[in-house]
T-cell receptor, first 113, second 112 residues
């Protein structure tokens, strides 16, 4: 257990509405990540953070923004959700003290209708 | 991250050992070999990692070839709960800020 909580775990939303997914960690790790996973594409990195207010884009960042105003929370926002953003979203943290191993949350299932 | 090659799927029987291979011929001297697995409807789970020497933990063993161009994840006694997709990933020792790059992995099927 890496102390990661994702919320909401499941959400159905309409096209064009904003959606925010929250990742909360309790262990004060510097590095946090958002991935999405779709059939046929596997896990793909959306955005990552290397500290408070320090974020960068991953492989599939278009249509997503992130914010990290405090160490424990990393927010992923879909400004205007589209059906192509229907996916499972995983948050992760990196434990630098254990060989840079990465630990994932349980996932957030998002359906955009 | 350097590329790895894994079989798409493997099948084994419950209570037997499982050897999952991974080829990484372009590995650099500073690349760590990481293994993760993903059970159905769950997030990926760290299994084990190593650099040069074989490694053991409560979940599995990692055997690394002497030239480091291949490695094998060993599950000593498979259970039905070990049915998952297993990912072999190379990660340089410096870490960097960016995350792991996942390939398609090996889908391990365990027969009762």
């Amino acid at each position: 257990d890496a102390g990661i909580t994702q919320s909401p775990r499941h959400k159905v939303t309409e096209t064009g509405t904003p959606v925010t997914l929250r990742c909360h960690q309790t262990e004060n790790h510097r590095y946090m990540y958002w991935y999405r996973q779709d059939p046929g594409h596997g896990l793909r990195l959306i955005h990552y953070s290397y500290g408070v207010k320090d974020t960068d884009k991953g492989e599939v960042s278009d249509g997503y923004s992130v914010s990290r105003s405090k160490t424990e929370d990393f927010l992923l926002t879909l400004e205007s959700a589209t059906s192509s953003q229907t996916s499972v979203y995983f948050c992760a943290i990196r434990r630098t003290e254990s060989g840079n191993t990465i630990y994932f949350g349980e996932g957030s299932w998002l359906t955009v209708v | 991250d350097a590329k790895t090659t894994q079989p798409n799927s493997m099948e084994s029987n419950e209570e037997e050992p499982v050897h999952l291979p991974c080829n990484h011929s372009t590995i650099s001297g500073t690349d760590y070999i990481h293994w993760y697995r993903q059970l159905p409807s769950q997030g990926p789970e760290y299994v084990i990692h190593g650099l040069t020497s074989n490694v053991n933990n409560r979940m599995a063993s990692l055997a690394i070839a002497e030239d480091r161009k291949s490695s094998t994840l060993i599950l000593h006694r498979a259970t039905l709960r070990d049915a998952a997709v297993y990912y072999c990933i190379l990660r340089w020792s410096g870490g960097g800020a960016d995350g792991l790059t996942f390939g398609k992995g090996t889908h391990l099927i365990i027969q009762p």
